[in-house]
Structures are given as C-alpha cells and as structure tokens.
C-alpha cells in the first residue's frame, strides 16, 4: 500500500496558476500509476488527469486539457498537478489517487490509494 499526502491548495484568481503535490510514502519500487481528481460542492468527484506508472502521454479530462500538467519527480517520489489559466469551475476540493495497474481510468472505482485532499479556490 501507498499512502498520499496532497499539498499546495489555496486561494487564486482566475487565469492565475496553481501547482498541487502529492507526497508519496510507504514501499514501492516506483510511483504507481495516479490520478488526480476534484470534487466541486455538490458535484460527484470527476477525473482531472492521470499518468500511467510507465509514463508516456498523460491523460487529461476535456475540461482542464490545454490548462493542466500532470507530472512527477521520481527521486522526490512525488507527483504534481501544474494548473494554468485557473477558473472559478476549477473550485473543488483536489485528491491525489495511485492504482497498481498501467492502464489510467478515469473512474474513483479504480484507485486503490487516496489522499485527502486540498482545496482550491479559484476566485472570479
């Protein structure tokens, strides 16, 4: 098992930018395939973006594509959600999650680990 600790949520004005982490701990040999999902007030909690554990091309929800960047640093064994051009829709709480499988899905279901989250704020 993998435990995950989400960091860099906070207060930010639209069109601003934002980079959230996710600390990775416990024995793994390398960083599991993530995910990084939100959950707006209301709403159910929705893929963002998810890089396979092999790497190669992230994948990204149509809302956020062109705006966010999925990436990690192995040696720091952590992984980031680079987010530009921020808008108020981006509000929601972010989570980090981490599945053993190479295959990045786009549904909570398949991630075994997760984080608890940090807000994001995205002021009008």
């Known amino acids: 098992q993998v435990q995950l600790v989400e960091s860099g949520g906070g207060l930010v004005q639209a069109g601003g930018s934002l980079r959230l982490s996710c600390a990775l701990s416990?024995?793994?040999?390398?960083?599991?395939?993530m995910g990084w999902f939100r959950q707006a007030s209301g709403k159910e909690r929705e893929f963002v973006a998810g890089?396979?554990?092999?790497?190669?091309?992230?994948n990204y929800a149509d809302s956020v594509k062109g705006r966010f960047t999925i990436s990690r640093d192995n040696a720091k064994n952590t992984v980031y959600l680079h987010m530009n051009s921020l808008k108020p829709e981006d509000t929601a709480v972010y989570y980090c999650?981490?599945?053993?499988?190479?295959?990045?899905?786009?549904?909570?279901?398949?991630?075994?680990?997760w984080g608890q989250g940090t807000q994001v704020t995205v002021s009008s």
């Open positions: 999650a981490a599945r053993w499988s190479t295959l990045v899905l786009t549904t909570t279901a398949a991630y075994t680990d």
């Open positions: 416990g024995r793994t040999s390398s960083i599991p395939t």
């Open positions: 890089i396979s554990r092999l790497g190669g091309s992230p």
